[in-house]
């Protein structure tokens, strides 16, 4: 049965936190006991192989692990450590909703587990995401010719959700504010994005909302498929000249990407198709049609004044 353990997670009302990297999976977990003894809540921890089956430098001083306790303010007469569910479920319901969610809110927001990574002074376009998709927005990012930078000279900023639920309010609102579209680049079916739609919905001068889907109810992003980088570019790159924020050096890197993303999946379509009557061509070849279709669809979509030929 397909699944993602997310929503069970938070059918039960237990916090998520999800790491991007492998420095990430060390500062979280040690964060969320901190926050499991705060809050008085289990707390999740998402693992997934992109964020922790690699290689790479990490700080493990323990001086960097000093967290900080936010006051607490009024708190229930049973305290919140210990709430027996089986005798009186509804009060059980009345402590997680009151009082231990608003005290996830303080923990997240006092030790920055949400954390804006770049920062335009002029923003105009914000992208928001959490976990193996941070990873993927970044190198997106980079397929365009868009480094740290040039993001910030541009308009666009990226905020990293590392508590995916529930999400902390005050610090995206701060995020949202002046950016006139936030893009919300997650793993699988949307988790942040309807949280900050409910937040934002309503306030004065509320950004555009794009994700899954864009302005228009289009399909940007797969909610059922692992999301691949140069998939994600081209999201960007679309909601950027919606944006009118696209110049000749990004459009140039887009259509390289796209150029050789094309060759090489004519090069898989060939051999795929010499050994079409196999099991795995039968499965793999209406997955890749379905892919180069969505391809197509979006850079044609995305390219009024100049079209990039993507003919297999």
Partial sequence: MAAQSEHALMHCGIP?????????????????????????????????????ELTATVDVDSSR????????????????????????????????TRYRM???HRFVRANNI?????????RKFGIVTAGKATQDTLQALTKLG??????????????????????????????AQNHDELMFIEEKRAIVQPQATNILYGSDNAPRIS???????????PEDVQLDQSEVALAIFQRL??????????????????????????????????????????????????RMA?????????TPWRCITMTI
């Fill in 146 to 175: 868009i480094d740290r930078e040039r993001a910030r000279s541009l308009g666009i900023s990226v905020y990293q959700v590392g508590c995916v639920w529930p999400l902390e309010p005050e610090g995206l609102k701060e995020f």
């Fill in 294 to 302: 969505v391809i197509r669809r979006v850079v044609l979509a995305a």
């Fill in 211 to 221: 994700g899954k889907q864009d302005d228009k109810g289009q399909q940007l992003l």
């Fill in 114 to 122: 949400n954390r804006i990574l770049i920062d335009s002074p002029q």
């Fill in 65 to 96: 692990y000093q967290f900080v306790y936010p006051d607490k303010g009024e708190l229930p007469p049973e305290g919140i450590h210990f709430v027996s569910t089986h005798i009186d479920r509804q009060r059980s319901d009345v402590v997680l």
């Fill in 241 to 290: 000249l919606r944006a009118e924020m696209v110049d000749e050096d990004i459009r140039r890197h887009a259509e390289l990407f796209v150029q050789r993303r094309r060759l090489l999946t004519r090069t898989l379509w060939l051999q795929l198709v010499g050994r079409h009557s196999s099991a795995l061509g039968a499965r793999i070849i209406p997955a890749l049609k379905n």
């Fill in 16 to 52: 998520i936190l999800a790491p991007a990297n492998v420095q990430d999976c060390l500062d979280f977990g040690i964060a969320g006991f901190a926050m499991s003894r705060y809050s008085g809540l289990y707390t999740a921890f998402k693992a997934t192989n992109e964020t922790l």
């Fill in 102 to 104: 608003p005290l996830v």
